[in-house]
């Protein structure tokens, strides 16, 4: 990969390691990267779960395209997108003509171990297991693969090896 002319848009399941892996990428590449769920509590001023619990899951996703559209202005970035991000075809279409998307995967089972003590996860709210995971991730698998330009498994890698495959991929 060149001097990253184009952003990294890290997509995936929640607890897949998405902002661990931007955190890494940050540290190897020496560029700056965003976290959009961070970003829209920042921008909101409460958590993710009082947005849904109070305005709704749409209007979190329409401030997610709102910030997406700020964030595809700048270049050379990693952006850590949230899990439901790319659902929208209008998100996906600016990450596509913005950068490279990165599908981060993980078994059911893993993402449980990741999320399972999470309380700022309203998607699973009253549904944390194995079972509804794996149901809501069977939904989003085949959005996530078609806008995917890279596939990389988290299972067991530490954040160091997932940036080598990525960078590899990119090579």
């Known amino acids: 990969m060149k001097k990253l002319e184009e952003n990294i848009f890290l997509i995936g399941f929640m607890g897949a390691g998405k902002s661990t892996v931007a955190a890494e990428l940050e540290r190897q590449l020496h560029i700056p990267r965003a976290e959009m769920d961070a970003l829209i509590v920042e921008r909101e001023g409460m958590a993710i779960s009082d947005i849904f ?30 899990g439901g991000a790319v ?5 996906a279409a600016l990450m596509k003509q913005c950068g490279k998307i990165v599908l981060l995967t993980a078994t059911p089972e893993t993402i449980y171990e990741r999320v399972k003590d999470s ?53």
Do not use: H, W
Not at 87 to 91: A, G, L, P, V
Not at 140 to 161: M, N
């Open 53 to 82: 619990a109070e305005k709704g899951e749409t209007y979190f996703r329409d401030a997610e395209t709102a910030l997406l559209k700020d964030l595809t202005e700048k270049k050379g970035i990693i952006i850590s997108c949230g």
């Open 87 to 91: 659902m929208r075809d209008e998100n």
């Open 119 to 171: 309380t700022d996860r309203p998607i699973l709210n009253g549904n944390m297991n194995v079972d509804y995971i794996r149901e809501l991730m069977e939904k989003r698998k085949d959005r996530y693969l078609a806008v995917a330009d890279v596939v990389v498994a988290t299972d067991q890698k530490s954040a160091e090896e997932i940036t080598r495959e990525i960078l590899a991929a990119f090579a």
